[in-house]
C-alpha cells in the first residue's frame, strides 16, 4: 500500500526510515512536511491515514475510487486534486488510463496512485536532487507531480499521430484497406484520452489565476509553464480527433463511391446482355411465320447484329466511365 513515506526540511530528506504512526508529528515539525506516497490502498488500509491526517470523507471516498473526473476541490486550508495519468499501447492501439489523487496540506502531501501509466518514485528522487526547488514545500510535490503527468502525455500522443498517419495513408492511398473499423476504435481511443485532458484545464487555470493560496507566487511561475504544456496536448488531441472524423467521412465517401461503380458495371454489362437475350428470345418462340426464317444469311445477320449493338453499347458505358 505505501510506497514510500518521508519527511522534508529546508528541501531535503530527513535520513530514517518514518513509519505512519511517526508521520503526522514528523509533519507537525516546524519548517517540515511529509510525503505519503500510496498504490491502490483499500478502504480499511486507507482508514488509518484519514484518521492520522484528518482527511475529508468525501475527499477520501473520491480517492477510493478510481473512476473520477480530473478535478480540485478545497477542504478548508486542504486540496483536493484528481488527475487522470494516460500511456498509449501501439500493439493494441488503446489509451491505458490510470489515477493520481493529490491531498496538499500546509504540512503534508498524499499521493494515491490507482491503475498503470505514470509512477511517482522518479518523480520523487528528481525533486530530492533540486532543494532548492523542495523547499517551496507541498506546492513543489504538486507541480512535479502534475508535470510528470502532463508530460507523460506527449508520448501518447506521438503514438496516436503514428496510427494517424497510417491510416490516413490507407484512406488516401492506392491500396484498399477500408479502415473504417480502426478509424473508429481509434477514434474511441482519442475520445477517452480527451476526457483525460480537457478537464484538467480548468483547474489548473484555477491554480494559476492565484485561487489556491497553498501555492504561492513564487511557485505559480512553474505552474504556467505545465499549463502552457497541457493546452497544447488538448488542442493536438481536439485536432486528431477532428482529423479522424474527416477521415471517417471520406473513407465512407469512398465506400460509397465504390458501390455506386459497381453498381454503374453492373447495370451496363446487364444492359449489354438485354440485347442478345432479347433477340434470341424472338426466334425462340417457334412461331411459323417468322422474318427471314427461308433466308440463308438470316442466322449470321442475327448473330452479328447483336454483337455490333453490344460492341456499340460497351464503347458508350466505357465512354461514360461506368466500366
Same mark, same amino acid.
Given at each position: 500500500?505505501?510506497?514510500?513515506?518521508?519527511?522534508?526540511?529546508?528541501?531535503?530528506?530527513?535520513?530514517?526510515?518514518? +513509519?505512519?504512526?511517526?508521520?503526522?508529528?514528523?509533519? +507537525?515539525?516546524?519548517?517540515?512536511?511529509?510525503?505519503?506516497?500510496?498504490?491502490?490502498?483499500?478502504?480499511?488500509?486507507?482508514? &488509518?491515514?484519514?484518521?492520522?491526517?484528518?482527511?475529508?470523507?468525501?475527499?477520501?471516498?473520491?480517492?477510493?475510487?478510481? *473512476? #473520477?473526473?480530473?478535478?480540485?476541490?478545497?477542504?478548508? $486550508?486542504?486540496?483536493?486534486?484528481?488527475?487522470?495519468?494516460?500511456?498509449?499501447?501501439?500493439?493494441?492501439?488503446?489509451?491505458?488510463?490510470? #489515477?493520481?489523487?493529490?491531498?496538499?496540506?500546509?504540512?503534508?502531501?498524499?499521493?494515491?496512485?490507482?491503475?498503470? =501509466?505514470?509512477?511517482?518514485?522518479?518523480?520523487?528522487?528528481? @525533486?530530492?536532487?533540486?532543494?532548492?526547488?523542495?523547499? *517551496? =514545500?507541498? %506546492?513543489?510535490? @504538486? *507541480?512535479?507531480?502534475?508535470?510528470?503527468?502532463?508530460?507523460?502525455?506527449?508520448?501518447?500522443?506521438? /503514438?496516436?499521430?503514428?496510427?494517424?498517419?497510417?491510416?490516413?495513408?490507407?484512406?488516401? /492511398?492506392?491500396?484498399?484497406?477500408?479502415?473504417?473499423?480502426?478509424?473508429?476504435?481509434?477514434?474511441?481511443?482519442?475520445?477517452?484520452?480527451?476526457?483525460?485532458?480537457?478537464?484538467?484545464? !480548468?483547474?489548473?487555470?484555477?491554480?494559476?489565476?492565484?485561487?489556491?493560496?497553498?501555492?504561492? !507566487? /513564487?511557485?505559480?511561475?512553474?505552474?504556467?509553464?505545465?499549463?502552457? *504544456?497541457?493546452?497544447?496536448? $488538448?488542442?493536438?488531441?481536439? +485536432?486528431?480527433?477532428?482529423?479522424?472524423?474527416?477521415?471517417?467521412?471520406?473513407?465512407? %465517401? #469512398?465506400? %460509397? !463511391?465504390? #458501390?455506386? =461503380?459497381?453498381?454503374?458495371?453492373?447495370? &451496363?454489362?446487364?444492359?449489354?446482355?438485354a440485347v442478345p437475350t432479347m433477340i434470341a428470345g424472338i426466334y425462340g418462340m417457334n412461331f411459323q411465320h417468322m422474318p427471314e426464317l427461308g433466308w440463308s444469311l438470316g442466322y449470321p445477320l442475327a448473330l452479328g447484329g447483336m454483337a455490333v449493338?453490344?460492341?456499340?453499347?460497351?464503347?458508350?458505358?466505357? /465512354?461514360?466511365?461506368?466500366?
Amino acid at each position: 500500500m505505501i510506497t514510500d513515506c518521508a519527511a522534508y526540511r529546508d528541501g531535503r530528506r530527513r535520513e530514517g526510515k518514518l +513509519d505512519l504512526a511517526d508521520a503526522k508529528e514528523a509533519a +507537525d515539525d516546524d519548517g517540515s512536511f511529509v510525503w505519503l506516497g500510496l498504490k491502490e490502498p483499500s478502504e480499511d488500509e486507507f482508514e &488509518a491515514i484519514e484518521r492520522e491526517f484528518s482527511l475529508p470523507p468525501l475527499a477520501v471516498e473520491d480517492a477510493l475510487k478510481p *473512476h #473520477q473526473r480530473p478535478k480540485l476541490e478545497r477542504y478548508g $486550508s486542504l486540496v483536493f486534486m484528481v488527475l487522470r495519468t494516460a500511456r498509449y499501447v501501439d500493439s493494441n492501439e488503446v489509451i491505458d488510463v490510470g #489515477q493520481i489523487m493529490v491531498f496538499v496540506a500546509d504540512r503534508f502531501v498524499i499521493t494515491v496512485r490507482h491503475g498503470p =501509466g505514470t509512477a511517482l518514485d522518479g518523480v520523487r528522487k528528481d @525533486l530530492e536532487t533540486r532543494p532548492e526547488f523542495l523547499r *517551496h =514545500g507541498p %506546492a513543489a510535490v @504538486l *507541480h512535479a507531480v502534475l508535470d510528470k503527468v502532463v508530460d507523460d502525455y506527449l508520448p501518447a500522443l506521438e /503514438g496516436l499521430d503514428q496510427d494517424v498517419a497510417e491510416i490516413e495513408r490507407d484512406v488516401f /492511398g492506392a491500396i484498399d484497406p477500408k479502415p473504417v473499423e480502426r478509424i473508429y476504435k481509434l477514434k474511441r481511443e482519442v475520445l477517452n484520452f480527451h476526457r483525460a485532458v480537457a478537464p484538467l484545464v !480548468e483547474p489548473l487555470d484555477r491554480v494559476v489565476r492565484g485561487s489556491v493560496p497553498l501555492v504561492g !507566487e /513564487g511557485v505559480r511561475a512553474y505552474y504556467r509553464d505545465v499549463q502552457d *504544456h497541457l493546452l497544447r496536448v $488538448s488542442e493536438q488531441v481536439d +485536432d486528431i480527433n477532428n482529423l479522424l472524423s474527416s477521415m471517417l467521412d471520406a473513407s465512407l %465517401a #469512398q465506400v %460509397a !463511391e465504390r #458501390q455506386n =461503380g459497381d453498381m454503374r458495371k453492373i447495370s &451496363a454489362w446487364v444492359a449489354i446482355a438485354a440485347v442478345p437475350t432479347m433477340i434470341a428470345g424472338i426466334y425462340g418462340m417457334n412461331f411459323q411465320h417468322m422474318p427471314e426464317l427461308g433466308w440463308s444469311l438470316g442466322y449470321p445477320l442475327a448473330l452479328g447484329g447483336m454483337a455490333v449493338v453490344c460492341v456499340f453499347l460497351y464503347l458508350k458505358f466505357k /465512354g461514360a466511365g461506368w466500366l
